[in-house]
């Protein structure tokens, strides 16, 4: 069975100061990573994914997140948090090896980013 | 290209009544699912659908019926409403065959049951 675990459910950063939001995976095979934002009252948007290749992701508003296959773990990250950054992310994983269940993915409870003046 | 598509926004439900939540899509994606999202728990997954005529329990599936007559469309319908199933749901897709293929949602549905 595939999980995610995201260890904090609530992340505080200063605008300006850089941010990471934490997350680590069980999947069997290689793992496929994703990140998504929800902002307030909307759905989940496609931030990034890992596949395959490089190991810094770089995606949508300015976020990248690092893969490291050794520590199981894909955690978002961006230089200079943004006011507007706040939201609940969430972090998924997919394995390689596809089931009847074809493109299941596994969410993260989800951590919410307060970023503040 | 509208993505992907809910109706209703907003619906409040009394016990025991049925309903119908719509979701469709317009980017001829194979796999269709459907996810609530709970304070605390992420989203899982009622159902998924990898084809028209084609449809599989997730995690979540009890009190929940889906069909696929279409490639685009993908209801859930919710057969004797009950408090527990108060939440937010969620439509995704996605191409099939690739694990890295992206999902997208839709803008969900707000569901209360009295």
């Known amino acids: 069975a595939q999980s995610v675990a995201q260890p904090e459910d609530q992340v505080n950063v200063a605008e300006g100061n850089p941010l990471t939001v934490k997350c680590t995976y069980s999947?069997?095979?290689?793992?496929?990573l994703f990140w998504y934002v929800q902002y307030p009252n909307r759905g989940l948007q496609f931030l990034l994914k890992y596949i395959t290749g490089d190991n810094l992701v770089k995606g949508s508003y300015g976020f990248e997140a690092e893969f490291n296959k050794s520590q199981t773990s894909f955690h978002l990250k961006k230089p200079s948090a943004l006011v507007s950054d706040s939201a609940l992310y969430f972090c998924a994983v997919r394995g390689y090896i596809l089931t009847g269940g074809g493109n299941k993915l596994t969410f993260g409870t989800g951590t919410q980013l307060k970023v503040e003046l | 290209n509208a993505g992907v598509t809910q109706t209703p926004k907003f619906q409040v439900l009394k016990t025991g009544q049925s309903m119908t939540l719509q979701c469709a899509q317009d980017m001829n994606h194979e796999y269709m699912s459907w996810y609530r999202q709970d304070p605390g728990m992420g989203l899982r997954l009622i159902h998924y659908s990898v084809g028209a005529g084609i449809t599989d329990q997730g995690e979540v599936p009890n009190g929940y019926n889906v069909s696929r007559s279409t490639t685009e469309d993908f209801p859930l319908r919710l057969l004797s409403a009950a408090p527990s199933q108060t939440s937010v749901y969620f439509c995704?897709?996605?191409?099939?065959?690739?694990?890295?293929?992206?999902?997208?949602f839709g803008p969900g549905t707000r569901l209360t049951v009295l």
């Open positions: 999947v069997s095979g290689n793992p496929y």
């Open positions: 995704a897709s996605s191409l099939l065959g690739d694990p890295g293929d992206t999902q997208y």
